[in-house]
């Protein structure tokens, strides 16, 4: 089965600082997608960026930007220019080719210091 | 609708009573997933529809457990006999097709706690 694992239970960060989580995963799959979700107190996930495991370029977002590498199943998070607003929980997440098994990491919290 | 809602936003029940928590998904979405987050954890999937049909239940723990979508729009998932484990927020998610690559929207949750 798969697995998602995000070591870093807490991070913080000063104001337009650059900060790093961290994200493993284990798969058998070669195709396969990863996600980094935030997750406000308001409890609603939301989308920050996304990957395909096919594609060798690391997508980024505006200030988002990962780490993708496939051999090492690595798959970190890196948000520039840190702003208070970033403050949230960050859940890394594994989903399939077809759709199915959509996995969650157990997440790590941001602060962002002022 | 602009986005997917959930109600109700929070629920207490005493153990051993049922309880019904609605999702309504984007319009046009075609499929829906259940989610349930414990305290501290990330979400563990439940159930996903598409369209009517549940096309994959394997995360749903027993069988106090289920969930129906009719008509293929509003969901709604089911607990019978609650337990105080089975508090959780659980949250809903639709998107417009079921393939790896779709993105997933996401209510903000109902937070179930059972006394």
């Known amino acids: 089965a798969q697995t998602v694992t995000q070591s870093q239970p807490e991070m913080s960060v000063q104001e337009a600082e650059t900060v790093t989580l961290s994200c493993t995963y284990d798969?058998?799959?070669?195709?396969?997608?990863l996600f980094w979700y935030k997750q406000p107190p308001s409890r609603q996930m939301i989308l920050v960026i996304r990957?395909?495991?096919?594609?060798?370029q690391n997508a980024t977002e505006n200030r988002f930007s990962v780490n993708f590498q496939k051999a090492a199943k690595s798959f970190s998070l890196k948000i520039s220019d840190s702003q208070l607003g970033d403050a949230a929980m960050y859940f890394c997440?594994?989903?399939?080719?077809?759709?199915?098994?959509?996995?969650f990491g157990p997440g790590t919290r941001l602060s962002v210091l002022p | 609708g602009a986005g997917v809602s959930q109600t109700p936003s929070n629920k207490v029940t005493e153990k051993g009573k049922y309880v019904e928590l609605r999702c309504d998904p984007i319009?046009?979405?075609?499929?829906l997933y259940w989610y349930r987050q414990s305290l501290g954890q990330g979400p563990e999937f439940l159930i996903y529809?598409?369209?009517?049909?549940?096309?994959?239940d394997s995360g749903l723990p027993n069988d106090r457990f289920f969930a129906v979508r009719p008509e293929g729009s509003v969901s709604t998932l089911k607990i019978q006999r609650t337990e105080r484990g089975d508090s959780a927020v659980y949250l809903c998610?639709?998107?417009?097709?079921?393939?790896?690559?779709?993105?997933?929207?996401f209510g903000p949750g109902t937070r179930l706690t059972v006394l």
């Open positions: 798969t058998s799959e070669s195709d396969y997608y």
């Open positions: 990957q395909e495991a096919y594609k060798q």
């Open positions: 997440a594994y989903r399939d080719n077809y759709g199915q098994n959509f996995v």
């Open positions: 998610a639709s998107s417009s097709n079921s393939g790896g690559a779709d993105t997933q929207y």
């Open positions: 319009s046009g979405h075609t499929a």
């Open positions: 529809f598409q369209g009517t049909g549940a096309a994959d």
